[in-house]
């Protein structure tokens, strides 16, 4: 089984870090051997989340589109920057909408991130390297029922972190994003053999 995984980061500006942590992340993935999919939140535009506006509308379309492509992949990873020592409103956002999505397009019970094995890596121009984004994204997904694998890949400094090709400078930073993806595919592959029993 070739494994699918869907990697987006937790920024939309442009030349965001967080995007090439995730670009770093889609070539370690490709190179070993998974269908990744990119996506850009930004394709996918949400209004923050209210109770009344979901009352009223329900989930907008992008939320479901966006529960439903999570759930068609085998594994999600995410690159999250740090906004005052947590994730951004923008990731924290789009995992509320995605949280109230409980269908599939046949009307079947669908949560996306139940049991979906998920990779996080963070990035910041200082040097915390958003670890603490990590930590609160990681409670917010176990929360939704993900399973977050435990290595992450957090990269300190990061507008000098990588040369002109989008590789990591620093050796243990490429070995850290190897073993992220060694991890998020092994355990796609487990829960793939425990869905088929
Ligand atoms: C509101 C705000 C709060 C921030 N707080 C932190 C922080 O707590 N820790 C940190 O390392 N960087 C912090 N930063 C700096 C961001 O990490 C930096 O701007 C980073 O490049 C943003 O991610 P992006 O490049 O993926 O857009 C903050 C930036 C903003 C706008």
């Known amino acids: 089984m070739i494994p699918r995984v869907l990697v987006f980061a937790g920024s939309v500006r442009t030349g965001a870090l967080s995007g090439r942590t995730a670009d770093a992340a889609v070539r370690e993935l490709a190179l070993q051997g998974v269908d990744v999919t990119r996506i850009s939140l930004a394709d996918y535009p949400l209004p923050l989340l209210n109770q009344d506006l979901e009352r009223e509308k329900g989930v907008p379309e992008n939320g479901v589109k966006l529960a439903r492509m999570i759930a068609a992949h085998d594994g999600l990873l ?48 200082g040097g915390y390297a958003g670890v603490r984004a990590i930590n609160h994204l990681r409670a917010v997904l176990v929360h939704c029922q993900a399973e977050v694998i435990t290595p992450q890949c957090s990269v300190p400094r990061a507008q000098e972190a990588f040369d ?6 620093d050796g243990r930073l490429r070995k850290a994003m190897s073993e992220v993806c060694r991890v998020l595919i092994e355990r796609t592959r487990l829960l793939s053999v425990r869905l088929e029993r």
């Open 78 to 125: 995410i690159a999250t920057p740090e906004y005052n020592a947590s994730l951004p409103p923008l990731l924290k956002n789009t995992i509320d909408w995605v949280s109230r999505v409980k269908a599939d397009a046949h009307g079947r019970p669908m949560r996306a991130f139940r049991s979906k094995p998920i990779a996080l890596c963070s990035s910041s121009d």
């Open 164 to 169: 002109e090709s989008g590789e990591f400078v």
